[in-house]
């Protein structure tokens, strides 16, 4: 009896010794994931920052050639730029599978829109912005990805009736409220505001503020069915800008020429936004 006893006491203490091992290995590999995902987003941060020096240096070089008439430069740095993307997007004829609407909406074809975007595309551009309020105060269900690409979409047809700064403070809105959503969150949204910032830097191309249209095409490189054409627009925005520049300044040369601000200089300072854009329906 006590040999039995014995042993299953044995085997008892064996197997809450196994679970405190395997409770600490558990821990270990929690802990390690953790560490190697704060590195990767150090890491991450370094390639960003990287990236943004490499930009402002192509700029500089760039602005420069392309006062002296030189537009070789850019062209070959757009050629560059553009060699690592799919071969899909490399041409105009594969442009055309994107469905583009007065040359800054893609149409989507989701529910949401979808009946907004194919009165647009005939061309009554004030029956698709009544059609979208219709299709959002009918929907009890849209979510909150979806309102904000709403009015991403509203800017957009804000934009090509001329209301720039109108579409503007619907981008702002869009913008304000993602950069206060966590990182989580915040990748969600990317591709709505990848769409919002090549809308932004349209409307600064309408109103001639090249400086910052140009750091606004930056910003919607990332997105793969804008990234083409906002390349295309960055190159045009360079020589608007030096030429606008050349013209207020009086400059004879490129060395008189100011610098463009940087990227980091045109940030905005997140805003405390505590509106929930469920809240509208109708603009």
């Given at each position: 009896?006590?040999?039995?006893?014995?042993?299953?006491?044995?085997?008892?203490h064996?197997?809450?010794?196994?679970?405190?091992?395997?409770?600490?290995?558990?821990?270990?590999?929690?802990?390690?994931?953790?560490?190697?995902?704060?590195?990767?987003?150090?890491?991450?941060?370094?390639?960003?920052?990287?990236?943004?020096?490499?930009?402002?240096?192509?700029?500089?070089?760039?602005?420069?050639?392309?006062?002296?008439?030189?537009?070789?430069?850019?062209?070959l740095?757009l050629?560059?730029?553009?060699?690592?993307?799919?071969?899909?997007?490399?041409?105009?004829?594969?442009?055309?599978?994107?469905?583009?609407?007065?040359?800054?909406w893609?149409?989507?074809?989701?529910?949401?829109?979808?009946?907004?975007?194919?009165?647009?595309?005939?061309?009554?551009?004030e029956?698709?912005?009544?059609?979208?309020?219709?299709s959002?105060?009918?929907?009890?269900?849209i979510?909150?990805?979806?309102?904000?690409?709403?009015?991403?979409?509203?800017?957009?047809?804000?934009?090509?009736?001329?209301?720039?700064?109108?579409?503007?403070?619907?981008l702002?809105?869009?913008?304000?409220?993602?950069?206060?959503?966590?990182?989580?969150?915040?990748?969600?949204?990317?591709?709505?505001?990848?769409?919002?910032?090549?809308?932004?830097?349209?409307?600064?191309?309408?109103?001639?503020?090249?400086?910052?249209?140009?750091?606004?095409?930056?910003?919607?490189?990332?997105?793969?069915?804008?990234?083409?054409?906002?390349?295309?627009?960055?190159?045009?925005?360079?020589?608007?800008?030096?030429?606008?520049?050349?013209?207020?300044?009086?400059?004879?040369?490129?060395?008189?020429?100011?610098?463009?601000?940087?990227?980091?200089?045109?940030?905005?300072?997140?805003?405390?936004?505590?509106?929930?854009?469920?809240?509208?329906?109708?603009?």
């Amino acid at each position: 009896m006590f040999s039995r006893l014995f042993s299953y006491l044995c085997s008892g203490h064996s197997a809450k010794k196994g679970e405190q091992l395997a409770d600490w290995n558990v821990e270990l590999l929690a802990t390690a994931n953790s560490k190697l995902a704060l590195q990767l987003q150090r890491a991450d941060k370094k390639i960003k920052n990287l990236k943004t020096r490499l930009a402002e240096s192509d700029l500089l070089l760039a602005h420069a050639q392309s006062h002296v008439g030189d537009f070789n430069y850019a062209a070959l740095r757009l050629e560059d730029d553009l060699s690592e993307m799919p071969a899909a997007l490399l041409n105009s004829e594969a442009d055309r599978r994107f469905n583009w609407i007065d040359d800054i909406w893609i149409c989507t074809g989701n529910d949401y829109l979808k009946d907004a975007e194919e009165v647009w595309k005939i061309g009554d551009i004030e029956a698709a912005r009544s059609t979208l309020e219709t299709s959002l105060m009918a929907s009890s269900c849209i979510s909150v990805a979806e309102i904000l690409h709403s009015r991403v979409f509203h800017a957009a047809i804000l934009y090509a009736t001329g209301k720039y700064h109108e579409s503007l403070c619907q981008l702002d809105r869009v913008m304000n409220y993602v950069s206060t959503r966590s990182e989580v969150q915040q990748l969600r949204y990317k591709d709505i505001v990848g769409t919002a910032f090549f809308i932004e830097a349209m409307d600064f191309m309408a109103t001639e503020r090249f400086e910052r249209a140009y750091w606004s095409f930056s910003r919607s490189l990332p997105h793969p069915q804008y990234c083409h054409k906002a390349r295309e627009y960055q190159i045009k925005a360079i020589v608007e800008f030096t030429r606008q520049q050349a013209c207020e300044d009086g400059a004879s040369d490129s060395l008189s020429l100011r610098p463009m601000i940087s990227l980091g200089e045109h940030l905005p300072v997140p805003a405390d936004v505590d509106d929930d854009p469920c809240q509208y329906r109708v603009w």
